[in-house]
């Protein structure tokens, strides 16, 4: 047998000598002031327990205390544990079209809320987190804290953007090598689409790398002013305003490769498919096998003690009697 914190014996040896010492030493206050002989005349007889006896219980169940709080466990070697689950990437679109507004607050903050929404579907699976654009960087690597992951997108922020096209094969090549070991590969992109030109590149790598598509769609069909940092509606080449609209065409490719998609809705409903959709067609496979220690816990059986001695201590005092 041993303790997991062995270091609480020790922390509490001083103070249990002490009260020891002050338990043994200690007298009632008639004893301070009246001589033994004179006592045990004044005295008359009860059937409390003496106070050096009662004193002598409330140390042990103190010291069983202490014992329960060093837990006592038997170690039982080392158990390896199947992690079931899902591990996948995650990728959210910090392009210049995620600053419009036609979807409320703008396309950026509800892509957040989407994958916020995916962390709460996904509880125990592991993620790992990418933001793309003209470039793409890891955010977080694979992680189940989801408190985590959940703090990391709030801190995405406009000043995040980027406002140069997005480069959709520098995202496939990164989530290629995140994605390097994992089996299955699973990737899931948030973002308001891309057209198909600038998604050769990307739908060749995913083939190649047999890595499984899901994308949820932020925007609208009917589209919205490209905004600049300032707030400002940006124009085109030829003068007129520039209008950034939702294209299914990253979906599709979605399909093409396994996967499904959806276009991001004020519910919930949306991730929900999604997510449902994941599951149907990997069936929760196991991650891995983690190793942790097998132990057997002893603490209730002097916690049980301490309890033991201490209602022993307590029925035993002294109760006033009422004169007749």
Known sequence: MSFVYPQML?????????????????KDKLSRVFDQKVLDRLSVVDNTMPLMLRNIL??????????????????MGDKLVEVKGLSLLAA??????????????NRLEFAKKKLLALFEQMPSDEISLLAF???????????SDKETLRKIVEGVNSSYINMSSTDFSALGR??????????????????????????EGFASILKEEDIT???????TEKGSPVLDENGKPMTAN???????????????????????????????????????????????????????KDQ???FYYPLAAALFFLLLAMSSLPRRRERS
């Open 133 to 143: 654009a003209h470039s793409s960087f890891v955010l977080a690597p694979f992680s």
């Open 296 to 298: 057997i816990e002893y």
């Open 238 to 292: 030829d003068g007129s305003i520039a209008i950034t609209q939702l294209n299914r065409d990253l979906g599709e490719i979605a399909l093409e490769h396994g996967g499904a998609y959806v276009i991001a809705s004020s519910g919930k409903e949306d991730i929900e498919k999604l997510v449902s959709a994941m599951r149907s067609k990997f069936n929760n496979q196991q991650q891995g096998e983690v190793k942790i």
């Open 58 to 75: 409330f140390f042990i169940a103190i010291f069983f205390m202490v014992v329960a709080l060093a837990r006592p466990v038997k170690d």
């Open 10 to 26: 020790w922390i509490m040896l001083v103070p249990i000598v002490v009260f020891a010492l002050l338990l043994s030493t200690n």
């Open 213 to 219: 598509l899901y994308v949820i769609l932020v925007g």
């Open 92 to 105: 959210i679109d910090i392009s210049g079209s995620m600053r419009s507004k036609d979807i409320y607050p």
């Open 174 to 199: 990164l989530a290629a090598k995140v994605l390097e070991k994992r089996k299955p590969k699973i990737m899931v992109v948030v973002s308001d689409g891309g057209d198909k030109k600038a998604l």
